[in-house]
């Protein structure tokens, strides 16, 4: 997006510190109490790609007190779970500096990024069993990703990971450029080392990596969820795409030997029912440099989330 439209966002968005709590699978409630009408005919709910949703075991008790056949969206707004994670929520931008091969974006401009920040406790547990000296962080002091840098800072928090993301208020969607972490690339190579090494000062980091092994199960899943809620609560777009691997390095024209994980731009859209669509974001096919790309090679996909989607289907009922 041009910069002048990513200051007017950043300027409207809330600022300072945003609360955000998280348990593993909570994205199945959430996600549909953001979607379904006030209640929903679960018999037609259970006939879409929205079933893997309700059969997900933190919905599973929700649906069974429904024996009248009628989902109401008041009990999955209201569910919760522990063990839970708490987190903060911080924006920054992309893209500035540099070209849009370089910058990894689909078209040219900056994105918005949404920082999945840990807690204090993180940076506290850092320094008490990896670097006493407190001269480094998990990230480091310096980064050319979009993290979180600033240690002096009383805002500062350590990103575990983030989302960039790319929007057009015109035609009312947002692509998901990108979801990573550094910081749990970082932990599972610290836990290699210290596990192979076994002498008593990799033995004590052994209890930083113990302690984060909660955020390695959950991060991915925590930030979509948290991306999507922002999307379409914050910035009110209903249309979310999210790139398939391929769609990645083609249309942001990546090295092939960067392509990320499998499980993230596959598995993870899936889980959350994205469905695989050749339907591009309206505002890339305005791009000249994707419809070059398009007429070479038409069969690009995406994954795509409509947030009013269930809410036709309430109509239909």
Request: with cysteine.
């Amino acid at each position: 997006m041009k910069s002048q439209l990513l200051d007017e966002v950043i300027a409207c968005l809330p600022t300072g510190k945003t609360h955000y709590r998280y348990y593993q699978g909570a994205y199945a409630s959430r996600l549909l109490s953001m979607m379904l009408p006030e209640q929903v005919d679960l018999h037609k709910l259970k006939q879409t790609r929205f079933k893997r949703l309700l059969e997900h075991k933190s919905v599973k008790p929700i649906v069974s007190q429904c024996g009248d056949g009628v989902l109401d969206r008041q009990l999955l707004a209201s569910s919760w779970c522990e063990p839970s994670q708490a987190f903060l929520l911080s924006v920054s931008r992309w893209g500035k500096n540099g070209g849009r091969y370089w910058n990894q974006t689909s078209r040219h401009g900056e994105n918005l990024v949404l920082q999945l920040n840990l807690p204090m406790q993180n940076l506290r547990h850092y320094q008490r069993w990896v670097d006493p000296s407190c001269q480094s962080t998990l990230n480091g002091t310096w980064s050319s990703h979009p993290v979180q840098t600033e240690v002096g800072k009383s805002s500062f928090r350590e990103t575990l990971a983030w989302a960039r993301i790319d929007l057009d208020f015109e035609t009312n969607e947002a692509l998901i450029e990108e979801v990573q972490s550094d910081a749990t690339r970082k932990v599972l190579s610290m836990s290699k080392h210290y596990k192979r090494c076994r002498c008593s000062v990799c033995s004590e980091r052994l209890k930083y990596v113990n302690w984060f092994q909660p955020y390695l199960k959950l991060w991915s899943e925590a930030l979509l969820c948290a991306a999507i809620e922002f999307i379409r609560c914050e910035l009110g777009i209903e249309r979310i795409f999210i790139h398939t691997a391929r769609s990645g390095w083609q249309v942001k024209k990546m090295d092939k030997s960067w392509n990320a994980p499998r499980s993230l731009y596959s598995d993870l859209p899936k889980k959350f029912a994205f469905k695989q669509t050749y339907a591009a974001p309206e505002f890339l096919l305005q791009t000249r440099s994707y419809k070059q790309l398009i007429r070479r090679q038409p069969d690009i996909d995406f994954y795509q989330l409509s947030m009013n989607e269930l809410q036709t289907l309430q109509r239909a009922i």
